[in-house]
């Protein structure tokens, strides 16, 4: 395999990842935090930072709406719930080492 064609196999992979989540609304943020370490914001972040280092200009706002497919007030608006007790508490409980950003 060359570093091109390991190159497009991430960025298919990528793109196949944030067309899952932008389906999956029913998922929210926390609850990819509290399972996984990371969320929606965080690959907006990993995002923003690729753009960075390939010399492209990308803000946070920019960076998420590409990965959640609307402005992130839209989102808000359309699909995140309010976090619930338990949903903070097992937040609050994740170490920070465990959590990706």
């Not at 992979?13 to 935090?33: C, E, G, Y």
């Not at 923003?48 to 590409?66: K, T």
């Amino acid at each position: 395999m060359t570093p091109e064609q390991q190159m497009q196999m991430e960025a298919l992979a990528w793109r196949k990842l944030v067309s899952h989540f932008q389906k999956r609304t029913d998922v929210q943020n926390i609850d990819l935090m509290n399972m996984a370490g990371f969320c929606r914001n965080c690959m907006s972040k990993w995002l923003m930072g690729g753009a960075r280092d390939v010399g492209v200009e990308m803000d946070y706002d920019q960076a998420r709406e590409l990965v959640y497919g609307m402005t992130y007030d839209d989102w808000k608006t359309q699909y995140q719930n309010e976090a619930t007790p338990e949903q903070i508490a097992a937040f609050s409980a994740i170490g920070k080492d465990q959590i990706t950003e």
